[in-house]
């Protein structure tokens, strides 16, 4: 039987193979690798497609988040709204600022953020948050209009997790385009990878921009004159040069991650054991992860490895639960829904070059496993 990986890079960069050659070679013969003309390219380039006025390159997503904060000013004593239901990074890029993180349910359907909770928490008056991180998860946007008002209306920060959302849409926008700074991360499995670690900060906000130069530069802006203390986090050339190739096919790639999970809708659609993702009508959602609910999910990802299909759950222990952030005072019942859901997703193999016998072949096995078990 036939394996079935929950991601692959290798049609996709035979793809493009010739392309990346290219550039790999063009970055050698310029004979330089930290802050050239790759990178100052490739953030224009990106900034115009997230539909802003700057990006700054970084060396992660983490610190994509670390230095947005850390240029709107949170720091040491400041507390920052997100979700419980991200990767670790969201959280630990708030504590490398010694800010605090302060956590909101989730809603049941899209994963993101309770805009209700969200303003209910500011409005009692017990939080007065410095910045809010709303998570786009799996590629499908948190409702930015609803975050942007709450914002305003509290004087508050707003900086969007984009890390698993390059390309989303909003209402006609794109992700990174409606908070004071957007994060991504070029982590490769990300809808746009490098070959390595990376991630950059879109803003409109001149000052924001050239705070995160300085601090992702040692805090200098010519060399050796150091006017803050700042940081090594830099997206090196190669990889900008290498992500200017991918940029220009990321749409194509979306457009069949969105293909692919249409075919997931339909072939699953029939299970009503089965919970779907669902796509918001204000949005375009573009399937970093194709994520299901269901009760039995232990089970069923062993049944499906039985089967020499992978899968993977994003992400099986919340933030509030972790013992990294015992210290916050949370426990098991503190986000009912985040915890539900965590005990209930499974992610499918997804990713634009999977073929679709590989797809039917994986709905094939979830309705013999639904059917043996019911």
């Known amino acids: 039987m036939e394996p079935i990986s929950f991601f692959s890079l290798e049609n996709q960069h035979r793809s493009i193979h010739q392309e990346l050659i290219e550039v790999f070679n063009r970055a050698l013969r310029k004979n330089r690798f930290i802050l050239g003309d790759e990178l100052e390219a490739f953030e224009r380039e990106f900034a115009q497609y997230c539909g802003t006025g700057y990006a700054v390159g970084v060396s992660s997503g983490t610190e994509a988040l670390h230095l947005a904060l850390r240029a709107c000013g949170v720091g040491k004593g400041d507390q920052v709204i997100t979700v419980p239901n991200s990767y670790i990074a969201t959280a630990l890029s708030i504590s490398y600022v010694g800010a605090t993180p302060v956590f909101v349910d989730i809603h049941k359907d899209s994963y993101n953020i309770d805009c209700d909770a969200l303003e209910e928490i500011i409005k009692k008056g017990k939080i007065r948050p410095k910045a809010i991180i709303p998570v786009h998860l799996y590629g499908n946007m948190a409702d930015m209009s609803r975050i942007v008002e709450i914002g305003k209306k509290y ?220």
């Not at 609910?293 to 919340?318: F, Q």
């Open 155 to 374: 004087a508050v920060k707003i900086i969007e997790d984009a890390c698993q959302a390059h390309g989303a849409g909003y209402k006609g926008k794109k992700a990174g385009s409606f908070g004071h700074a957007g994060c991504f991360s070029f982590y490769p499995t990300k809808n746009l990878g490098c070959l390595g670690d990376g991630g950059i900060v879109t803003t409109d906000d001149v000052y924001i921009y050239r705070e995160l130069q300085l601090l992702r530069n040692y805090g200098q802006e010519k060399k050796y004159y150091h006017e803050i203390k700042g940081f090594n986090s830099r997206l090196d050339e190669i990889q900008a040069a290498i992500l200017r190739v991918k940029l220009k096919w990321l749409d194509h790639w979306n457009r069949l991650r969105r293909e692919k999970a249409k075919r997931y809708n339909a072939l699953i659609g029939e299970i009503e054991q089965i919970e779907r993702p669902s796509e918001n009508p204000y949005g375009e959602h573009i399937y970093h992860a194709y994520v299901i609910r269901v009760k039995n999910r232990d089970r069923l990802r062993e049944y499906l490895k039985e089967r020499r299909i992978s899968t993977m759950i994003h992400y099986p222990v919340p933030i509030h639960m972790q013992k990294a952030y015992k210290d916050l005072g949370y426990s098991k019942g503190s986000f009912k829904v985040t915890e539900k859901c965590a005990s209930e997703i499974l992610s499918l193999p997804l990713y634009p070059e999977i073929p679709f016998h590989h797809i039917e072949r994986v709905c094939e096995s979830i309705h013999s496993f639904i059917q043996k078990t019911s």
